[in-house]
């Protein structure tokens, strides 16, 4: 487990493709990392003895201006999936935003998975996801840095909309 390094970013995007079976997730991380909302700090990749097994990053976002991050994509090869790539990598970003002094994270998938790091429904905390919707699927999770009085509307970074 490690930062992403500039020479990776087509084996990632050959990752998301695999990971997911479809070029969105790809597409994303490249449009993220092409943008303002690019946070090097807050992106890492995995290996399972010497091949790139996932990989993870956290862009930025916002909660009514607030700086905030956004986590996803998350993606783990179909062949190393179900032994802990994905909970190893959560692990990490989590860490590192944290050690950044990140507020909080945001991000869209199952209660079920992401609910053992900590996160819970926005609504928990009186933040709006960008799409009605997303319902219970629209989570957040405090770091040490959060306050209180961060509410309102959740914005994930452009390239999500740009990209689908």
Known sequence: MRRE??????????????????????DLVDALRGGKSWVQELSFVAFVGGDLAGHVVASRAWVSGVPVVGLGPLGVLPRFQRQG???????????????LGEP???????????????????????????????????????LAGYDPGIRGGFVYAAEFSAVG
């Open 85 to 99: 790539v994905g909970s190893a990598l959560m692990h990490t970003v989590l860490g590192a935003a944290e050690a």
């Open 5 to 26: 390094r500039r020479g990776e970013r087509y084996g990632v995007h050959g990752l998301h493709r695999a990971a997911f079976g479809r070029v969105v997730e790809a």
């Open 104 to 142: 909080l994270v945001g991000l869209l998938g199952d209660p079920g998975f992401y609910g053992r790091f900590g996160f819970r429904p926005a609504a928990d905390y009186a933040i709006v996801p960008e799409e009605a919707a997303w319902g219970r699927h629209f989570q957040v999770r405090e």
